[in-house]
């Protein structure tokens, strides 16, 4: 059963908090003046957030099933940038209004903590630096991985060693027990993810059945298990992290929604477009080739929505490969709810999968409208971007009882929902993936 | 957005945990309640200062609300006489109990300073509790 999002929300709020109360605990810390003890609660709050940050991006299916990873990964990218923020007020106020406290910056005569506290503080401006920039900074994306990893780690771990330095607040054992034990917590995480996980999956290895050229520089790419293991269950929607030539330890998997049906055990595939330092490559992966499979992951899909009266499709471009599994699973079942496909590409030699498409749509009863923003003169069909007009020529008017899946580019996406919401669709049946976040 | 909203909370309940561990109309430093009859030479004080910041004692200490407020030593000389002033600032075993464990270690290193620096130390100290005496040339 999946616990809500109120109660999650709940749970990390109280995280929040949670440090600042230990704080409360005992003695309470002797009063230096509102800037001394605002900017002190200020650091302590920081490195909390932080500490959560290592559980947020952990992959734990449960607490993030309720959002959806891209969501997630949202959520991690604003909080980590506020704290960082906030780490940097701490240290401007204590400037500004204590400095003799504060000390010489020079490592040479500054205490280990204070120079441990600077260092933390570099180290989380790296961190949010290089990854809101990672593309115009021209860093390559696994490379990225590593980097995010291990500056993560070091921040967290310095702030800690200046926090029990200088921490005027953690006096008593007992509260630098439960400081410790948080930082424990959150270090655990990541051997949990960087080493524990990995390890249980080296010994599940999957092997490479198929790789196929699509439209529209596309690949299908089938695997399968190399082992008594089988393929796990999955819901139409769902993605996994694929690790193609290197280890599971090395930090190499890539996110991408599982196109086929779950309707069909035995094997996988993935629907993969030409777009960046990996996918590019695709197409050089042979059959035979050992692959890593890591999930699934995800609730996006139509199986969180059985009782539909039936669905509308959006997606942009690769953004067609969780639906594809969808469209594929109601095949499957031999669905006749009323469904429609609303599919954006450049042109009409582009479209993915658009036989397949077509075949599935006449048995299903799905009306598919391409809609093209790069045809050329002889194209008679939806020209541009799937907007409200587009939308409104071939929707019914009563749209009650309906659900909708988005997918594609960020863009496509927001368009879909202003588009849906003109036509008086409620945005709590509108269910979005957004691909491309890093 | 959750995120934001976390983050203006997170100020805010700072916010209030600085209200309440400082309520308005209480000051961090009040001023000396006992005043102290104390012969001390201007010189010898001035010296005491200078030992004052060049040890930047200001990292655990603050007087008049300048430096650390962790450890404010505005009327440390009301409460201690000149022997327990020197015994705490060099971690001597007579206030090992006194002192946690970290505070003992870091104080133990200033046993290395000179005898004179360490009294200069000390007659600082106690002119922060007398602001008013009017300060005499003499024996200290």
């Known amino acids: ?438 | 957005m959750i995120a934001m909203f976390t983050g203006a909370a997170v100020v805010v309940l700072s916010a209030v945990f600085g209200l309440l561990q400082n309520p308005p109309g209480t000051a961090p430093a009040p001023a000396a309640l006992v005043p102290v009859e104390m012969v001390l030479d201007p010189r010898v004080v001035a010296r005491g200062r200078q030992v004052f910041e060049a040890q930047n004692c200001m990292r655990c200490h603050s007087v008049a609300g300048e430096g650390n407020p962790r450890s404010p030593l505005d009327h440390a000389a009301a409460e201690l006489d000149g022997a327990q002033l020197l015994a705490f600032t060099v971690g001597a075993e007579s206030v090992a109990n006194e002192l946690a464990a970290r505070t003992l270690a870091a104080k133990r290193a200033y046993q290395q300073l000179p005898a004179e620096d360490l009294d200069a130390l000390v007659a600082y100290l106690q002119s922060l509790a007398a602001p008013r005496a009017a300060p005499r040339v003499g024996p200290p």
């Open chain 1, 1 to 438: 059963m999946l616990r809500s999002r109120k109660f999650w929300l709940a749970l990390y709020l109280g995280a929040i908090v949670l440090p600042l109360l230990v704080l409360l605990v005992e003695e309470r810390p002797r009063p230096g003046g509102f800037w001394w003890d605002f900017s002190l609660a200020l650091g302590y709050s920081a490195l909390a957030m932080m500490g959560i940050q290592f559980a947020l991006t952990a992959r734990f299916k449960v607490p993030t099933a309720p959002f959806g990873i891209d969501l997630i990964y949202y959520f991690h990218r604003y909080l980590a940038t506020i704290a960082t923020l906030l780490v940097v007020a701490h240290a401007l106020i204590l400037l500004w209004r204590h400095p003799a406290a504060v000390g010489s910056v020079d490592p040479r005569s500054a205490p280990a903590h204070m120079s441990l506290g600077w260092l933390a503080l570099l180290a989380f401006l790296a961190l949010v630096a290089s990854s809101l920039w990672r593309k115009q900074l021209g860093i390559e994306y696994d490379r990225w991985r590593r980097l995010h990893v291990a500056l993560a780690v070091l921040g967290l771990v310095f702030a800690v060693v200046h926090v029990l330095g200088a921490g005027s607040y953690l006096e008593s054992p007992l509260k630098r027990g439960l400081w410790l034990s948080l930082v424990v917590f959150w270090l655990g995480l990541t051997v949990y993810v960087r080493v524990l996980r990995p390890a249980w999956l080296a010994r599940r290895p999957w092997v490479v059945t198929g790789i196929r050229k699509e439209r529209g520089r596309s690949w299908t790419l089938t695997v399968k298990p190399d082992g008594p293991h089988r393929v796990f269950d999955y819901h139409p929607g769902a993605f996994a992290w694929l690790t193609l030539r290197a280890s599971p330890w090395a930090m190499r998997e890539h996110p991408f929604s599982i196109a086929s049906s779950p309707m069909r055990p035995g094997s996988l595939e993935f629907t993969i477009k030409e777009l960046g330092d990996f996918t590019n490559r695709i197409g050089e992966i042979k059959p035979g080739e050992r692959a890593w499979v890591d999930g699934p992951y995800g609730s996006f899909g139509i199986d969180r929505f059985p009782n539909a009266r039936g669905y509308i499709f959006v997606a942009g471009g690769v953004g067609i490969a969780p639906l594809m599994s969808m469209l594929r699973a109601l095949d499957d079942r031999g669905d006749h709810r009323p469904k429609w496909l609303f599919y954006g590409n450049s042109d009409y030699e582009r479209i993915v999968l658009r036989e397949e498409i077509d075949a599935i749509a006449a048995r299903i009863g799905m009306k598919v409208v391409h809609v093209l923003c790069e045809a050329g003169p002889d194209w008679r069909g939806e020209r541009g971007y799937v907007d409200a007009e587009v939308m409104r020529r071939h929707l019914p008017a009563d749209l009650d009882g309906l659900d909708c899946f988005v997918c594609g580019p960020e863009p496509m996406i927001r368009l879909a929902e202003r588009s849906l919401g003109q036509l008086g669709m409620p945005l709590a049946r509108v269910h979005s993936e957004i691909f491309d976040i890093a």
